[in-house]
């Protein structure tokens, strides 16, 4: 079945780096875009960023754009999210989330468990 | 940038019972590209509707969706246990980014 296994958070100072990865199986990697939307404590979701399948297609959130990073290697199966100059307002829980037209329909409909990250010092 | 407004933020209601829950968009939203999902503590996000009304694969016909243009609802009818969660609605916007509601959590 489809898994999306997201890894690498933790603890960091603010102004450090950190990278995410996500590790999927049990689907075609390499033919779905793929997100990051990450929860901060007590809030709702926010999108982060996509990559799309070609793995040059990416688009950012306005709060992320210029210090965070998505890459993906399909030949690996995993999608990443650099992640620098992070400040306190990014800890959150981070999610892998797979993107998929279904006919005419555009959603996303598989998630991960999601990574946490705290930014502090 | 489209804005959606979830309603109520909570609603409490006991099993049996059938929640209406509201999502607002601040302009027009396709709605092959508005979704519904359920949330639980320390659980992944589960895609409930998508194209505002189609149920995904192994969600119960109790969940249901409707609207268009800028207002759409989920209806849960005979909640059971576990339906008690947090439901978001969600757009995908024109240029990929995903837009989300605030959230409106069901609880007991």
């Known amino acids: 079945q489809m898994q999306l296994v997201e890894s690498g958070g933790g603890v960091v100072q603010p102004g450090r780096s950190l990278r995410l990865s996500c590790a999927a199986s049990?689907?075609?990697?390499?033919?779905?875009?793929m997100h990051w939307v990450r929860q901060a404590p007590g809030k709702g979701l926010e999108w982060v960023a996509v990559v799309w399948s070609d793995e040059i297609s990416k688009y950012y959130a306005d709060s992320v754009k210029g210090r965070f990073t998505i890459s993906r290697d399909n030949s690996k199966n995993t999608l990443y999210l650099q992640m620098d100059s992070l400040r306190a307002e990014d800890t959150a829980v981070y999610y892998c989330?797979?993107?998929?037209?279904?006919?005419?329909?555009?959603?996303?409909?598989?998630w991960g468990q999601g990574t946490l990250v705290t930014v502090s010092s | 940038e489209i804005v959606l407004t979830q309603s109520p933020g909570t609603l409490s209601l006991s099993p049996g019972e059938t929640a209406t829950l509201s999502c607002r968009a601040s302009q027009r939203v396709s709605s092959r590209y508005l979704t519904w999902y359920q949330h639980k503590p320390g659980q992944a996000p589960r895609l409930v509707i998508y194209g505002a009304s189609i149920r995904a694969t192994g969600i119960p016909d109790r969940f249901s969706g409707r609207g268009s243009g800028t207002d759409f609802t989920l209806t849960i009818s005979r909640l059971e246990p576990e339906d008690f969660a947090v439901y978001y609605c969600?757009?995908?916007?024109?240029?990929?980014?995903?837009?989300f509601g605030g959230g409106t959590k069901v609880e007991i």
């Open positions: 989330v797979k993107d998929v037209w279904i006919d005419e329909y555009k959603l996303t409909d598989f």
């Open positions: 969600q757009q995908y916007d024109w240029s990929a980014a995903l837009t």
């Open positions: 049990g689907f075609s990697f390499s033919t779905y875009g």
